[in-house]
């Protein structure tokens, strides 16, 4: 009773080991079919035979006719592999022709750096686009003509009030004699002018236009000629100036001002007449600066508490 399990144990040992030693035989003789001298195995064969791992030796006709087959199936593959570069170039004649073909060449770096720092558009011409004038209503246009009037008005009255304000001097004027010339210089505000005193009949030139001319406005000629109708020197004296810079307003104060100091320069006498109607004085009014954080001189933007 005793030995029977062994005996059991021995025998399903023996039919495990013969399945292990069969079945290799038999997937090989399968897959391979009758292995002939000349038939090489295909290359499926031969690497489904290299993974496998038979469990024990076949033997040795079995083992040199299996390295015989693997010899000849790395011959076939090796065929193969340089076989296939031929029937892909037989199979593909659009892909030599393309590879034929020469490629364009690279534009050089330089032009590419040139046109990007090209920018676009910059070699056309601007246009030019007026903006349409809205069309004035009958109220503005009524409104607009009324404060032309009375700036109009505004300026008559000031320059007949300049005109009327005091009566010339009592005394003659002094004739200035021959050729000689009186030159002074007046200022106002960032206006220079460079006035020319000669004998003559009372032409006023103003950078090569009469005074009317250049100064459109009654009040800013009225201005300029205020020294020599004080004097009464208006008609027997030609004044030439050269007067840059500043506006026109500041522009008529600065010949006025150098009027006044070459009269002085004819007439020493005339300087207290002169200095007591403010003609020799330099007017140092000008235009506040702007501050910073306001919008004009002295304007501050609006404040809102909330």
Request: avoid cysteine; aromatic fraction near 2%.
């Amino acid at each position: 009773m005793a030995d029977e399990p062994q005996d059991q144990e021995t025998s399903e040992e023996q039919q495990d080991e013969q399945p292990q030693d069969v079945a290799p035989q038999d997937e090989g003789s399968q897959d391979a079919g009758p292995v002939g001298a000349g038939d090489p195995p295909p290359p499926a064969v031969a690497e489904a035979s290299s993974e496998t791992v038979p469990p024990t030796p076949p033997p040795a006709s079995e083992a040199a006719e299996a390295d015989a087959g693997s010899s000849e199936a790395a011959a076939a593959a090796e065929g193969a592999e340089g076989s296939e570069p031929a029937d892909e170039s037989a199979e593909s004649p659009a892909a030599e022709q393309e590879e034929a073909e020469p490629e364009p060449e690279p534009e050089p770096a330089a032009k590419e750096e040139k046109k990007k720092d090209v920018i676009p558009g910059a070699d056309l011409e601007p246009i030019a686009v007026e903006p349409e004038e809205r069309p004035l209503s009958a109220e503005e246009r009524a409104r607009k003509e009324a404060e032309e009037e009375e700036r109009r008005e505004r300026e008559a009255a000031l320059a007949a009030t300049a005109e009327e304000q005091e009566p010339a001097a009592s005394r003659a004027p002094a004739k200035i004699e021959g050729d000689s010339r009186y030159l002074a210089t007046g200022k106002r505000k960032h206006a220079i002018a460079r006035v020319t005193l000669l004998s003559g009949s009372g032409a006023f030139v103003i950078n090569g236009r009469p005074i009317e001319e250049f100064f459109p406005r009654p009040l800013h000629q009225t201005t300029a000629r205020q020294p020599l109708a004080s004097t009464g020197y208006e008609g027997s004296v030609d004044v030439r100036v050269r007067v840059h810079g500043g506006g026109i307003s500041g522009q008529a104060g600065a010949v006025r001002h150098g009027i006044a100091r070459a009269l002085t320069e004819v007439d020493p006498e005339l300087r207290g007449e002169l200095k007591r109607r403010g003609f020799l004085t330099r007017d140092a009014r000008a235009k506040e600066r702007r501050k910073a954080g306001l919008k004009k001189a002295r304007k501050r933007p609006q404040f809102s508490k909330r």
